[in-house]
């Protein structure tokens, strides 16, 4: 198991939108690109890029959700946290 793995994120306030979101990747649309023109967060300059994060660094439903995708794979559900609704793809 990956001790520290890498992760974009799309922090958005509704879950409507972030399931809009999902099916937009699903049909091929650019992670950075949506994370740049949904986002709610700094990391929309960089894509939703977080870089490199272990075990207990981020909030438990994220992290949980972070840890269970492969490399490459997006949230199939937005992930709910104290924040707003998270579209989550890791990257390494």
């Known amino acids: 198991m990956a001790d520290k793995i890498r992760c974009a994120h799309i922090l958005v306030e509704k879950q409507s939108v972030?399931?809009?979101i999902i099916a937009k990747l699903k049909k091929g649309d650019s992670f950075a690109k949506l994370a740049e023109q949904y986002g709610m967060d700094s990391t929309r300059?960089?894509?939703g890029d977080l870089g490199f994060f272990g075990r207990g660094m981020m909030v438990k439903e994220f992290e949980n959700a972070a840890f269970?995708?492969?490399p490459g794979q997006i949230t199939?559900?937005?992930?709910r946290t104290q924040f707003g609704y998270?579209?989550?793809k890791r990257l390494e």
Do not use: C, D, F, S
């Not at 199939?76 to 992930?79: D, G, L, R, S, Y």
């Open 18 to 20: 972030a399931l809009e």
């Open 45 to 47: 300059k960089r894509g």
């Open 68 to 70: 269970a995708l492969q």
């Open 76 to 79: 199939e559900q937005p992930v």
């Open 86 to 88: 998270h579209v989550i």
